[in-house]
């Protein structure tokens, strides 16, 4: 690990300050941390933002909720408004990590956490998001966890979040400090696909600090699911996931559908178009394989992870029929139902 300097900032004002000097802020540390030993990222200079008054989840006066950038995972998971109006978002949080982990982790830094594309973590191999314009060490090579959608030719690699699949579905915004002052960013503009920049995960600029994220009053409760499919059910990463939110009309049909993909690109993968084609529809497999068909138009295999396509459309199906029915995926029993 190479040196560097650490201090605490008292304040919002003083961390934008000292991160728009070439400070990189760390809270948790569950990834920036693993990244420094590895060599991945070599920060000269810590804004350790741990102690700033951000970790507070509280309504907001349009039946929403404001969860700080520093509320910790496993809070904002346990949360009483999350489990009563977003228990997708409490469980997508859950489908995460380990419990150690979710303990750790904040708000801010799960929105923040950079890809686990093997290339990226092994610096004998060129990486276009680690070194730009040294190659990329994905293509051609290992493909299994890559992206199916979104990619291009200078980085394949997908985000790697559970709870930002749920924050996309719901809509979410971003509350963010910098030295212009204070501005919200739409979830679907926060995160960017890779183009010939793969080394930006996001559209933050310099010095930017997320201070919170707001989730509109509309929480999907009664029809929802996460369904996360990975090589290892006890803790991975996804190889595909879906949140899928319905809101019904008395008549049993679909008012409103909502449908985020993880593990497939760079950025949460959303089709608002998409969505709209099941309003006024009545639930059902077919109706559902045909929206996965839109979602997934455009999907490209890489090679390894060509059994992606047919496991998203499956994936998308299944969380569907889960939403609709009321019977959303355990966390807890992570089997499939
Ligand atoms: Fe790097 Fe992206 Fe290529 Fe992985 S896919 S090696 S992160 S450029």
């Given at each position: 690990?190479?040196?560097f300097?650490?201090?605490?900032?008292?304040?919002?004002?003083?961390?934008?300050?000292?991160?728009?000097?070439?400070?990189?802020?760390i809270?948790?540390?569950?990834?920036?941390?693993?990244?420094?030993?590895?060599?991945?990222?070599?920060?000269?200079?810590?804004?350790?933002?741990?102690?700033?008054?951000?970790d507070?989840?509280?309504?907001?006066?349009?039946?929403?909720?404001?969860?700080?950038?520093?509320?910790?995972?496993?809070?904002?998971?346990?949360?009483?408004?999350?489990?009563?109006q977003?228990?997708?978002?409490?469980?997508?949080?859950?489908?995460?990590?380990?419990?150690?982990?979710?303990?750790?982790?904040?708000?801010?830094?799960?929105?923040?956490?950079?890809?686990?594309?093997?290339?990226?973590?092994?610096?004998?191999?060129?990486?276009n998001?680690?070194?730009?314009?040294?190659?990329?060490?994905?293509?051609?090579?290992?493909?299994?966890?890559?992206?199916?959608?979104?990619?291009?030719?200078?980085?394949?690699?997908?985000?790697?979040?559970?709870?930002?699949?749920?924050?996309?579905?719901?809509?979410?915004?971003?509350?963010?400090?910098?030295?212009?002052?204070?501005?919200?960013?739409?979830?679907?503009?926060?995160?960017?696909?890779?183009?010939?920049?793969?080394?930006?995960?996001?559209?933050?600029?310099?010095?930017?600090?997320?201070?919170?994220?707001?989730?509109?009053?509309?929480?999907?409760?009664?029809?929802?699911?996460?369904l996360?499919?990975?090589?290892?059910?006890?803790?991975?990463?996804?190889?595909?996931?879906?949140?899928?939110a319905?809101?019904?009309?008395?008549?049993?049909?679909?008012?409103?559908?909502?449908?985020?993909?993880?593990?497939?690109?760079?950025?949460?993968?959303?089709?608002?178009?998409a969505?709209?084609?099941?309003?006024?529809?009545?639930?059902?497999?077919?109706?559902?394989?045909?929206?996965?068909?839109?979602?997934?138009?455009?999907?490209?295999?890489?090679?390894?992870?060509?059994?992606?396509?047919?496991?998203?459309?499956?994936?998308?199906?299944?969380?569907?029929?889960?939403?609709?029915?009321?019977?959303?995926?355990?966390?807890?029993?992570?089997?499939?139902?």
């Amino acid at each position: 690990m190479n040196p560097f300097r650490y201090e605490r900032a008292l304040d919002v004002d003083h961390a934008v300050q000292a991160a728009s000097q070439g400070g990189r802020f760390i809270a948790g540390g569950t990834n920036l941390l693993d990244l420094m030993k590895e060599n991945v990222e070599r920060p000269r200079r810590l804004v350790d933002i741990s102690r700033l008054n951000l970790d507070r989840i509280e309504p907001l006066s349009d039946g929403g909720l404001r969860i700080g950038a520093l509320a910790r995972n496993a809070d904002l998971a346990g949360h009483p408004q999350v489990l009563r109006q977003y228990p997708l978002l409490s469980s997508a949080l859950m489908a995460g990590a380990s419990p150690q982990l979710r303990n750790m982790a904040t708000t801010g830094g799960n929105l923040m956490q950079r890809t686990r594309c093997y290339y990226f973590y092994d610096t004998a191999t060129p990486c276009n998001k680690r070194s730009p314009g040294s190659g990329c060490g994905a293509v051609g090579g290992c493909t299994r966890i890559h992206a199916i959608l979104g990619a291009s030719e200078h980085c394949i690699a997908v985000h790697p979040s559970d709870m930002c699949v749920a924050m996309a579905a719901l809509g979410a915004t971003i509350n963010v400090a910098g030295p212009q002052g204070r501005r919200t960013i739409p979830f679907e503009e926060f995160h960017r696909l890779p183009g010939d920049a793969p080394q930006y995960d996001n559209t933050l600029g310099e010095g930017e600090l997320i201070t919170g994220v707001d989730l509109p009053a509309e929480g999907f409760a009664g029809h929802y699911s996460y369904l996360k499919i990975r090589d290892r059910l006890s803790y991975a990463f996804a190889l595909v996931s879906v949140a899928a939110a319905l809101r019904l009309e008395d008549d049993g049909r679909i008012a409103e559908a909502r449908v985020a993909l993880g593990g497939v690109a760079h950025k949460p993968w959303r089709l608002p178009d998409a969505e709209r084609m099941l309003a006024g529809e009545t639930p059902g497999s077919r109706v559902f394989a045909r929206f996965a068909d839109a979602l997934l138009e455009g999907a490209t295999g890489q090679g390894d992870n060509e059994f992606k396509i047919e496991l998203a459309c499956r994936a998308i199906v299944r969380a569907l029929e889960q939403a609709a029915n009321g019977t959303p995926q355990s966390q807890v029993d992570k089997r499939i139902a």
